[in-house]
Structure formats: C-alpha cells, structure tokens
C-alpha cells in the first residue's frame, strides 16, 4: 500500500512557475508508475506527465511539452512537476497517481490505485 501526498500548489500570475511535489511512502518498487493528472471544473480528468518510477519511459500531454518537467528523487521517493511559463488554462487541481506496473494505458486515469488528494493550481491572467 502507497499513501501520496501532494504539495506546492498555489496562485501564480501567467508566464510564471510553480513546482509540485508528490512523496510516496509505504512500500514503492521500481516496477511503479508515477504519474500527473488535471482537473478542471467541470472537465473530465486529464494526463499531464507519467514516468517508470526506474527511469527510461516518460511522456507528457502535447499541451505541457517545452513547459513541464516530470522527475524524481530516488531518496526521498518524490516525484516532481516543474511546471513554466504557466497559462491561465493550466488551472486545475492537479493529482499525482501511481500504480504498481507500467501500463500502455498510462494516459487513463482509471489505470491508477493510489492517488494523492490533490493541489490547486491558480493562474491568473
């Protein structure tokens, strides 16, 4: 069992940056997948960023490309958004998720068992 708990949400005017962090404790193995998704009101959930928690596998929405970077820090068992040159469309509260295998499907929400209980992200114009 994997508890994620998320932090370094906030308001931000455009074309500024924020970074999220997402710590996993319990038991992670390498096998894992990390991933970011987005809520905005009345929106279905969206995929931002995924990566194997051993490296090598990372992919991002076309949307965020060039503006955010998806990381991690095996010590600390964090996993990062370095989210620049934020758009006010970027606002949404935004989840890290894992699951305890690679999938194909890494895109989908409904792939993921552990999730964390969200941050919001303010963009103003």
């Known amino acids: 069992q994997v508890q994620l708990v998320e932090s370094g949400g906030g308001l931000v005017q455009a074309g500024g940056s924020l970074r999220l962090s997402c710590a996993a404790s319990g038991r992670l193995y390498s096998s894992y997948t990390m991933a970011w998704f987005r809520q905005a009101p009345g929106k279905e959930p969206e995929f931002v960023a995924a990566?194997?928690?051993?490296?090598?596998?990372?992919y991002y929405v076309d949307s965020v490309k060039g503006r955010f970077t998806i990381s991690r820090d095996n010590a600390k068992n964090t996993v990062y958004l370095q989210m620049n040159s934020l758009k006010p469309e970027d606002t949404a509260v935004y989840y890290c998720a894992a699951d305890n295998q690679w999938s194909s499907r890494y895109y989908s929400w409904l792939e993921y068992d552990y999730w964390g209980q969200g941050t919001q992200v303010t963009v103003s114009s």
């Open positions: 990566m194997a928690w051993s490296g090598g596998r990372i």
